[in-house]
T-cell receptor, first 113, second 109 residues
Framework: DAGVIQSPRHEVTEMGQEVTLRCKPI?????LFWYRQTMMRGLELLIY????????DSGMPEDRFSAKMPNASFSTLKIQPSEPRDSAVYFC???????????FGPGTRLTVL | KNEVEQSPQNLTAQEGEFITINCSYS?????LHWLQQHPGGGIVSLFM???GKKKHGRLIATINIQEKHSSLHITASHPRDSAVYIC???????????FGTGTSLTVIP
C-alpha cells in the first residue's frame, strides 16, 4: 500500500488566491482527518470524516476553509481566499475507523505571500 | 490553559539511555495517542491507548486513566530515535483532539 497520499507537497501562492489541497486515504480506511501544524499553535485538528461524512468541523478556523470527501478515496481542503496567516503544513491522516491508529500523509507545506 | 501538558519540552540523552516522556491531561478522554515527528516533518503514530500498557520494540507506552497521565518510554535509546514526540488526546464528550506541544528528543552517539 502506498500509504496516505497528499498533493501538492509544496504550494506557494499569493494572498487572495484559492488553494486546494488533496488527500487520498489508505484503501479501506473509513475515517479521514485534516490537521494543520504551525510553529505558534502546534498541531490542530481541522475536520474529520467518517464514511465520507463530515463529523466535526469545529476546528475549521473560519468560513474561508471548506473540506469535502466526495468518495472514500479522495478528500479536498480548500482555502478561499487565502491569507498569509494560513501558511502552515497541512496533514491528512486516515484510520480503519474511529479510535484506531492513524496513518499520516507526508503533508503539504503551504506558503501564502 | 492547555488541556495537554508534556514534559520535558527538550531532552538530550546519550545513546543507550532509558528515556521517559510524560503527558498529563485535564479532560475526560476516549483515547490517547503518541506521535513521532522526524526532522523531515513526517508524522508516525506510535501508539493509541485507552487503558493499560502497550509495547512495540523498544517503545513502551502506559496510561493511568484515574491520574490522567501517560508516559512514553524508550529503552536502549539510539540516535535514530531523535525526533519530536507529541501526545494527543481524543475527548470523550465530543469529537475533538487536543495536542501537547511536543518533546524534542536528541540522542547523542
Amino acid at each position: 500500500d502506498a500509504g496516505v497520499i497528499q498533493s501538492p507537497r509544496h504550494e506557494v501562492t499569493e494572498m487572495g488566491q484559492e488553494v486546494t489541497l488533496r488527500c487520498k486515504p489508505i484503501s479501506g480506511h473509513n475515517s479521514l482527518f485534516w490537521y494543520r501544524q504551525t510553529m505558534m499553535r502546534g498541531l490542530e485538528l481541522l475536520i474529520y470524516f467518517n464514511n465520507n461524512v463530515p463529523i466535526d468541523d469545529s476546528g475549521m478556523p473560519e468560513d474561508r476553509f471548506s473540506a469535502k470527501m466526495p468518495n472514500a478515496s479522495f478528500s479536498t481542503l480548500k482555502i478561499q481566499p487565502s491569507e498569509p496567516r494560513d501558511s502552515a503544513v497541512y496533514f491528512c491522516a486516515s484510520s480503519p475507523y474511529r479510535l484506531r491508529e492513524q496513518f499520516f500523509g507526508p503533508g503539504t507545506r503551504l506558503t501564502v505571500l | 490553559k492547555n488541556e495537554v501538558e508534556q514534559s520535558p519540552q527538550n531532552l538530550t540523552a546519550q545513546e543507550g539511555e532509558f528515556i521517559t516522556i510524560n503527558c498529563s491531561y485535564s479532560v475526560g478522554i476516549s483515547a490517547l495517542h503518541w506521535l513521532q515527528q522526524h526532522p523531515g516533518g513526517g508524522i508516525v503514530s506510535l501508539f493509541m491507548l485507552s487503558s493499560g500498557k502497550k509495547k512495540h520494540g523498544r517503545l513502551i507506552a502506559t496510561i493511568n486513566i484515574q491520574e490522567k497521565h501517560s508516559s512514553l518510554h524508550i529503552t536502549a535509546s539510539h540516535p535514530r530515535d531523535s525526533a519530536v514526540y507529541i501526545c494527543a488526546v481524543e475527548i470523550n464528550t465530543g469529537n475533538q483532539f487536543y495536542f501537547g506541544t511536543g518533546t524534542s528528543l536528541t540522542v547523542i552517539p
